[in-house]
């Protein structure tokens, strides 16, 4: 996409003023399908989108599941699903902080700064971009445990709703994972610190087992963990009497604003010093 596309059709240039909000958010839409068709083009990523949650559904489906639901594979992939379903979109929002720190290192978001476009354009550009990361992350993942056995036991609004919440969520959690890339020298450093991170929210919680099987010192943590509300709450919605929904559902959205509110102002500033 050429440099005078994104900047609206102008010439590019050192900025000379500011630009208007409608203008930037026009630019950031563009710069929104450019992120879009990076993954089109990358068979790579559209590959690792894919094959991940096949993975995690074939792995903890048939090798934990006789254990944990007692031989009943069928019940434990009712159970798991869900967790699956948080836990490969929020290892998908690493993305976002991976391909960031790749534009800053290729200098792309210096090309960037010298266009007539607004400064937190490519940010913001980046971020809704790779909504669409997220939405083959939950199809592919809620597809595949159909075809393996899954069923929606509530209606289907109750599905949309619990994929809806999913996606939110990730939304706030993306600018957890844009702030690494925007921290570390290196892709390899996002990964390392990234799940570093994730990788208590997710295995220290309701994702994969039940709360109540764990040691009592973990299920404290486990309890006021957002990825166990999360869980729980899409659970609830796709799979008829697990367990209630709007208590849930309402404190995982209160985490996912708290983090929005926490870590986008941070990642822009931090954006701002970097660019």
Known sequence: MSAGAIAGG???????????????????????WR??????????DLLGLSLQPVMFLLLFTY??????????VHAYLQYVLPGILVQTVLFATLGTGLMLN?????????????????RWAPLAGAIMGDVARYVISVVVTLGFGIVLGFRVTTNPFGAIAGCALVLAFALAMCWVSALIGLLVKTPQGVQVFGF?????????????????TMPGWLQAFAKANPMTLL????RGLMVAHSGPVAVPAL??????????????????RVYRSKT
């Open 63 to 72: 090798v934990f599941g006789g254990a944990i639901a007692h031989g009943n």
């Open 196 to 212: 570093t991170a994730m990788f208590p929210l997710v295995f220290a919680s309701g994702v994969l087992v039940p709360v109540v």
């Open 102 to 118: 790749q534009d800053i290192s290729a200098g792309i978001f210096d090309r960037f700064r010298s266009l007539p476009i607004a």
């Open 35 to 44: 992120s879009v068709l990076k993954i089109k083009t990358n068979s790579e």
């Open 231 to 234: 869980a729980d709450a899409c």
């Open 10 to 32: 102008r010439q590019a240039g050192p900025r000379t003023g500011r630009v208007s909000v409608l203008a930037g958010l026009q630019q950031s839409c563009t710069l929104t």
């Open 251 to 268: 404190e995982a959205m209160a985490w996912a604003l708290g983090i929005l509110l926490v870590f986008a102002p941070i990642a822009v």
